[in-house]
């Protein structure tokens, strides 16, 4: 079956610590994008990607880093600089020629402390 | 620039009720958009998608939502809800520029037997 994977479903770190996040798609998708999640407040948009070896900051990209070496994988680090890490991280693929739908993968809950 | 908001954060509703979630967006350029569902600690789930066709589209779990351009509306109806439809429910447009989405903050529906 095709879809994304994101792992783990739960990270526990403590601050000052760096973390990576994984996203991995068999969808053969060329655009990834990265969402932080907090409650009330939608999704933000971190970073993304529409092809491989390029990306681009979305809305709230400080504290948080990416690389896009292949076309499957787009993880995202979350760096000590990010003054409030702990949220709901979701990664998304879109194809080239339906660009606006978006496929969710199932998220990773970071926390902390 | 582009914007989406959902009116509630917070909708309950009896079993077998109707349930109307509203969304009204802003757009520069001509919308597409989308009605996202989440589960707790899931991502997301396309429910269906207005891509300038028809204006009444039909998506998955009984759900339909109406393109209304004069109202700049898309709200999401179900005509009688289930138990299962008990979730966070996202409206999103896409960006002017770049392969991007807006998301609305989000409305949680609770559902009484």
Request: charged fraction near 15%; hydrophobic fraction near 30%.
């Amino acid at each position: 079956d095709g879809g994304i994977t994101q792992s783990p479903k739960y990270l526990f770190r403590k601050e000052g610590q760096n973390v990576t996040l994984s996203c991995e798609q068999n969808l053969n998708h060329d655009a990834m994008y990265w969402y932080r999640q907090d409650p009330g407040q939608g999704l933000r948009l971190i970073y993304y990607s529409q092809i491989v070896n390029d990306f681009q900051k979305g809305d709230i990209a400080e504290g948080y880093s990416v690389s896009r070496e292949k076309k499957e994988s787009f993880p995202l680090t979350v760096t000590s600089a990010q003054k409030n890490p702990t949220a709901f991280y979701l990664c998304a693929s879109s194809a080239s020629d339906s660009p606006y739908e978006q496929y969710f993968g199932p998220g990773t809950r970071l926390t902390v402390t | 620039a582009q914007s989406v908001t959902q009116l509630g954060s917070h909708v309950s509703v009896s079993e077998g009720a109707l349930v109307l979630l509203r969304c009204n967006y802003s757009s520069s350029v001509p919308p597409y958009l989308f009605w996202y569902v989440q589960y707790p600690n899931q991502g997301l789930q396309l429910l269906l998608k207005y891509t300038s066709a028809a204006t009444l589209v039909k998506g998955i779990n009984g759900f339909e939502a109406e393109f209304k351009k004069s109202e700049t509306s898309f709200h999401l109806t179900k005509p009688s809800a289930h138990m299962s439809d008990a979730a966070e429910y996202f409206c999103a447009v896409n960006k002017a520029a770049g392969n991007k989405l807006t998301f609305g903050g989000g409305t949680r529906v609770l559902v009484k037997p």
